[in-house]
């Protein structure tokens, strides 16, 4: 298992990520943070080394670049404009297509609170290259229309005790266009902190990623 950092170029800003790759990947999945996360999201680590363990190499990005990330801080706007996330990786599934290594490779997006709405947008967009997608706590609803172009099989998994977050997600699912699952973890608030909680994420995206990307 090999991880790399590398940089991708989207609408003229250098995005990083950390890019894992077993000896012989069955898939890949990118992640896409939200909410004021990074790719350093230990929430989400957990999650792609739980991907991993099943033969899918990761991509874990930020969406944002530093400087971005400097004014989201102070006034919190960037991470909820969900056209630009999910046009970065829009871009992302673009410039890894070229990968001759890493290029063939079935590709699904897993997306956490604002991240999920443009791992949704890229599945909308690209629906030939986005065959799976997995919603952590996300903001499904704020994709809007386009969640009816989302025709690959989706997965939301939401915590019991995140009544709002449920409720927008039930809304969702409904206009979804391809097979969806709504999962709901029991005890769970939105972050995934009661024990238990982050490690039944882990084996739900799992289950659904090799079911869909085709792993053995």
Do not use: C, K, Y
């Amino acid at each position: 298992m090999t991880t790399t950092e590398i940089a991708i170029s989207a609408a003229g800003a250098r995005l990083l990520g950390d890019l894992t790759v077993g000896p012989e990947p069955r898939g890949l999945v990118v992640f896409a943070h939200g909410s004021g996360s990074s790719r350093m999201s230990p929430r989400n680590r957990a999650v792609a080394q739980a991907l991993a363990g099943a033969g899918l190499a990761t991509l874990l990005m930020d969406l944002l670049t530093g400087d971005e990330e400097a004014v989201d801080l102070r006034t919190r706007h960037l991470r909820f404009d969900v056209e630009l996330l999910g046009q970065r990786v829009v871009a992302t599934v673009d410039e890894l297509a070229a990968d001759p290594a890493i290029g063939a490779l079935p590709v699904g997006t897993f997306g956490a609170s604002t991240g999920a709405a443009a791992a949704l947008i890229a599945a909308a967009q690209r629906p030939e290259r986005v065959r799976a997608v997995v919603s952590r706590g996300g903001r499904a609803d704020l994709v809007g229309a386009a969640l009816r172009r989302v025709t690959a099989p989706t997965l939301l998994v939401v915590g019991e005790r995140d009544p709002q977050v449920l409720g927008l997600n039930r809304e969702a699912q409904a206009q979804l266009a391809g097979e969806s699952r709504l999962e709901i973890v029991p005890g769970a608030t939105h972050l995934f902190e009661e024990a238990g909680a982050l490690e039944r994420v882990a084996a739900l995206a799992r289950a659904w990623f090799t079911r869909h990307l085709g792993v053995a």
